[in-house]
């Protein structure tokens, strides 16, 4: 290994996800990922200053969902709102796999996949690209030695600032105590958002337009889900 292989990896941000494969997938998820994900991802190389609405009949307000997991919540709201056009990004395959499924059996043509880190597509993004984004239950790395893998923290929070529009919503959500606490101070700290909550239960209860996700469904964290809307400054 050479000094500039060295320097890669020291540059390489801490990974944030567990892992990308595991079982199996079914035939049809398989299948799915080998015929259809080309169709359906947002088409590698990514040019500098990448405007996404270019992915979408119309160039329509763009939004993006980090760490879609199994997609349901990208699916139904992309079915809810045609008038938009959805990112999702998941580096897990069976992920990608049930999302390709899920835009094919609900016949969308408003949703793009980035199958991998979505830290790599924020850098590629052209400014103020972003029209909302949904980071859902991300990975809560609950143990304090891991805690540096939470994915919100000050320079992702940055680079997400950048993409995001004016008055763009970040609906954060977690069932994890210290990492809701962590992403509030984190958000709020890092001066580029407002948070938009007025009373309790607008943190407390299930946003109305909120889609229940599988991973929120087994209720692995330590408390009862927090809901944390802001809007980009
Ligand atoms: C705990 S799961 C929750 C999935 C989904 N949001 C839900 O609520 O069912 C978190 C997901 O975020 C994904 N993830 C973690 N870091 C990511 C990153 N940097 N970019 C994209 N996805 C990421 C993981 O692969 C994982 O599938």
Known sequence: MNNADHKDLRDRPIRTFGRTGGRALSP???????????????PPPLPAQFAPDSLFAGAPPVWLEIGFGGGEHLVAQAGVHPEVGFIGCEPFVEGVAKAIAGIEDNQLANVRLWPDDARLL???LAPASIARTFILFPDPWPKRRQQKRRLVQPAFLNALARVLAPGAAVRFATDVASYAD????????????????????DWRLAPADHVTTRYETKKLGDCAPVFLDFQRR
Do not use: K, N, P
Request: hydrophobic share 45%; glycine share 2%; proline share 0%.
């Open 28 to 42: 049809r998820q398989q299948a799915l990922f080998d015929t259809r994900l080309d169709h359906w991802r947002v």
């Open 122 to 124: 924020l850098e590629a």
């Open 182 to 201: 962590e992403a509030l101070l984190a958000v709020l700290s890092s001066g580029q958002f407002d948070w938009t909550a007025e009373r309790a239960d």
